[in-house]
């Protein structure tokens, strides 16, 4: 059984699926013994060449989330990016897995007709979706109205969280009682430059910050204006380990949410997407997050009020945190595996 990922990943569109389906493709490949590879758009102007010499399309916005795939050793075939369509129809795979927002109902009606099953990885009910499984990770997940086929098979919820092994059967997090260190990470890229505009922010606060300074920033010329004994910039970070280290995290309302969740960090969440409004509600509502609003509404006494008041509040943050290790329990992508090849 062959098994075929699309996702993408790059400067505009940052990593967040590649992340995730590779979490899901090494589960597959438990299974199936290296018969997954992956799907990737490239550049028209590239496609040719970076067929004979992947070097080629360096300059592709694309090439940091195919780089990460082809390092984590999976093989990667290439589609160019105004003929999809057409050369999604010369692709030979049993299953078909979508994880990208480059999509419509064309495009599922196609796959349809062209492979065995199809799966597609949702965040933001779009459409009428024309496939075998719809896969929906997140805590809002089951509040969505799903327009699908009868015979197709949601799974939905964070019973089915991809989460990377690193964040699997973590111990319970000791809350201590006066908070030192802070994280702040915004995920692989940093399009608003919240990360300058947060620590412009907290920089006078008397607490260590880890900032995270991901593989697509920009901008990381900021650094260097704020070289200070207790803000220290990771790159290429072990975010397990910072996480586990901090007492408390600011972050984008994405999947870094759920890693902090894994590791009973309290978090303070900022919307920075469309898809993100959701996760963001629903996490404030059940105690795991507070949710700090859209990134262009956020402001100084915003970020200073909602750090004291976690800092402030000992057993605020235990609640917190033991919401949070009760959220995951790690098994989500080896259950959505199973799944796919038909063990449950």
Known sequence: MKIAIRADGGTDIGMGHIMRTLVLAKELNEYLNNEVFYICKIEDRYFNDVLQNFNSAINSKYIKGIKKILDEGFKVEFIRENKLIKDLKNICADIFITDSYDVNEKYFDVLKNNFAKTVYIDDMNLYYFNVDYLINQNIDAEDF??????????ILGTKYLMLRDEFKNISSKNIKE????????????????????????????????HIIIGPLFKNTEFIYKFQNPNIIFYENADMCEI???????????GSTLYELAACGVPALGIIIADNQQGIAKKMDEVGIVRNLGRCEKLNKDIIIDNINTLADNHELRKTISKQCMNLVDGKGAKRIASILIGNS
């Open 178 to 209: 006066k908070v030192s260190d802070i994280m702040i990470t915004v995920g692989g890229a940093d399009s608003y430059e919240l990360t300058e505009k947060i620590l412009s922010c907290i920089k006078e606060l008397k607490y260590n910050f």
């Open 145 to 154: 109205e799903y327009k699908v086929n009868e015979d197709t098979r949601l």
């Open 243 to 253: 996480m586990k280290r901090c007492d408390i995290a600011i972050s984008a309302c």
